[in-house]
Structures are given as C-alpha cells and as structure tokens.
C-alpha cells in the first residue's frame, strides 16, 4: 500500500492507540509525519523540522523566511506537555546548516 498523507496519519494513529493514546498530533503538518519515536519512556509522534517549514511554505504560501520565523516561534517552541510530539532535524539539514 502507498503511503500518503492521509494513510500515514491514520496508521501513526492506529499505532498509538497500543503504544500511547494521549500522543499529540500537530494540526497541519501531517505531510511532515516521518513515524513514532520514544522518549523519556513514552511513544510519540515524530516530525522533519525540513518539511513542516515545507508545508508552511507550500500549503500555507510562506515565504521561506516567514515560514522559518513561525516554525522557530509557533512550532519548536510550542510545549504542551509530556506527548509533545518529536521534531527532528535530518543529517541534510544539518549539513546545510552548520557544513558537517
């Protein structure tokens, strides 16, 4: 089965109703789900810091700097509690960033 937006949602869904029912979701960034990770003991949904900025850019018509901007102050500091989802900065990012 291809694995599209809608799909990969449903299945992280259906995954945590074992592992962790109360796992947080973020509303709009379902394209950027990359699957369930453990922290501190509890399972949750992860998330690419590259393709929430897409999906800020693409779906909500940012420009790359406006989409940075919010994601810095809407999205990575957003704490809301301990099934906080996981966002996660891939090696290319990385290596574009910081040249390692």
């Known amino acids: 089965m291809a694995t599209t937006v809608d799909n ?6 259906e995954a945590l109703q074992e592992l962790n029912p109360e796992a947080l ?3 709009g960034f ?11 003991g509890a ?10 900025i897409e999906a ?3 779906e909500q ?3 790359h700097l406006e989409a940075n901007e919010y994601y810095e102050y ?4 957003a704490y809301v509690g301990e099934n906080t989802p ?3 900065r891939d090696l290319n990012e990385l290596h574009i960033m910081y040249g390692v």
């Open 30 to 40: 379902d394209s950027a789900i990359l699957g369930v990770g453990g922290q501190f």
């Open 8 to 13: 990969k949602r449903k299945l992280i869904e």
């Open 86 to 88: 996981i966002i996660i």
């Open 25 to 27: 979701f973020m509303d």
């Open 61 to 63: 018509g940012m420009s």
């Open 74 to 77: 809407n999205v990575a500091g």
């Open 56 to 58: 800020l850019m693409f």
């Open 43 to 52: 399972q949750l949904v992860v998330y690419s810091e590259s393709a929430i």
